[in-house]
C-alpha cells in the first residue's frame, strides 16, 4: 500500500476552481489534461490524501479501484480517476473553505510539487489517524 497526496489544483489560474468539490461529492481522485495520467499511479487500497490550496489536505480515504480507462471517447485524455471511499472529509463552510483541514507540514509531508506524488515515506501515520480523530464529527 502507498500514500498518495493528489493536489486538487483548484486555484482560480488553474481553471478548475470548483475540481475539489467534484472529487469530494463524487468520492473520487481525479487529475486533468496534460496531468490526466498521473493518476494511474494510485492502485486500489491506497491511501489517497486530497490536498486543497495553501497546504490543507480535506480529506482521507483508500482508493477502491485503479484507473480502468472510460467509455466516453475523448474523456481518456481530458480526466482520469480512481474512486475513493473517503474516510474522512473536511468540513466546508458557505464559501466552501475547509473549516477543520488537516495542514500538512503536521503530517512531516514536505514535497507536495505535482498533482499525484507518493508521500508514502513522509507521511507520520500515527499523527494522520490522530489528526482525523481529532476532526470527526459525528
Do not use: C
Not at 20 to 34: E, G, T, V
Not at 43 to 68: C, Q, S
Not at 77 to 87: G, R, S, T
Amino acid at each position: 500500500m502507498k500514500t498518495w497526496l493528489v493536489n486538487t489544483n483548484s486555484k482560480t489560474s488553474h481553471h478548475n476552481p470548483n475540481g475539489f468539490k467534484y472529487m469530494l461529492r463524487q468520492n473520487k481522485a481525479s487529475a486533468y489534461y496534460d496531468r490526466a495520467t498521473e493518476v494511474d499511479k494510485i492502485k486500489e487500497h491506497d491511501l489517497v490524501l486530497l490536498y486543497h490550496n495553501d497546504n490543507r489536505v480535506i480529506a482521507v480515504g483508500a482508493a477502491l479501484t485503479p484507473f480502468a480507462g472510460h467509455d466516453y471517447g475523448d474523456l481518456d485524455q481530458i480526466e482520469h480517476w480512481v474512486d475513493v471511499n473517503w474516510l474522512w472529509k473536511a468540513n466546508l463552510n458557505a464559501d466552501f473553505e475547509p473549516t477543520n483541514y488537516i495542514n500538512r507540514h503536521d503530517l512531516n509531508i514536505t514535497m507536495v510539487n505535482g498533482t499525484v506524488i507518493n508521500v508514502t515515506d513522509q507521511v507520520d501515520y500515527r499523527k494522520l489517524f490522530e489528526e482525523i480523530a481529532k476532526r470527526q464529527n459525528f
